[in-house]
């Protein structure tokens, strides 16, 4: 995968809330708040084998189906 800009500034926008509020506020709630940037950024980089691009979504060919 090659990263551009935007994919740069994700990353270092998402690990620098994270930082935040895994360290420099040590209360639970900004805990998992820094969890959850983690998670999403590791979302936003995972390429999901059920979303590609060759993945059939039509459920197959329905109109030959007879009723």
Known sequence: MKLSLKHYVIILGSLLAAYFHLVLFPDIGFTLN???YL???GAYFYRFPSFSSDTNWSG???SATPC
């Open 60 to 62: 197959g060919d329905w």
């Open 39 to 41: 998670g999403l950024l």
């Open 34 to 36: 820094g969890l959850g």
